[in-house]
């Protein structure tokens, strides 16, 4: 399962990946509801829909040619995913952003795990958690 959120945020100045071992709350949240939903770490790959750096003063938000300028550096993550049978669209940059890459693959929508979002608006937590627990249970072999 791919993941790809919006782009690195201002702790990855400091890191330089992306991670849920990063010491932000996103990295937790998200981290958390792996966790929750049964996911192991081995069953995702996280990626940015923007992959580069923008937010090192402050969290800047991806323009829509800055999404489609970075679809083919995400098209060509999906080309080293061979196994990769879904991709959950991990907020609603992350869902603009897809558009661009123009893959077959399916794909979900899911709630950004920022704690802006999770705090001022409850129920995404548990929206996010149920669209993780969703796409999970469409991949496991019947039985």
């Given at each position: 399962m791919l993941l790809p959120l919006e782009s690195p945020g201002p702790v990855v100045s400091r890191t330089r990946f992306v991670s849920v071992d990063n010491p932000d709350g996103t990295a937790e949240n998200m981290r958390c509801l792996l966790h929750l939903s049964g996911l192991?770490?081995?069953?995702?790959?996280?990626?940015?829909?923007?992959?580069?750096?923008m937010s090192e003063g402050g969290v800047v938000t991806p323009r829509p040619a800055q999404s489609a300028g970075a679809a083919p550096l995400t098209r060509e993550v999906l080309a080293l995913l061979p196994r990769l049978q879904a991709v959950v669209l991990v907020g609603k940059h992350a869902q603009q952003a897809w558009l661009a890459v123009q893959s077959p693959l399916p794909a979900f929508p899911c709630p950004h795990p920022s704690p802006q979002n999770f705090?001022?608006?409850?129920?995404?937590?548990?929206?996010?958690?149920?669209a993780l627990v969703g796409v999970y249970g469409r991949l496991l072999p019947p039985g």
């Open positions: 192991r770490r081995s069953d995702v790959v996280l990626w940015n829909a923007v992959p580069w750096q705090n001022s608006r409850g129920e995404e937590a548990a929206k996010a958690l149920t």
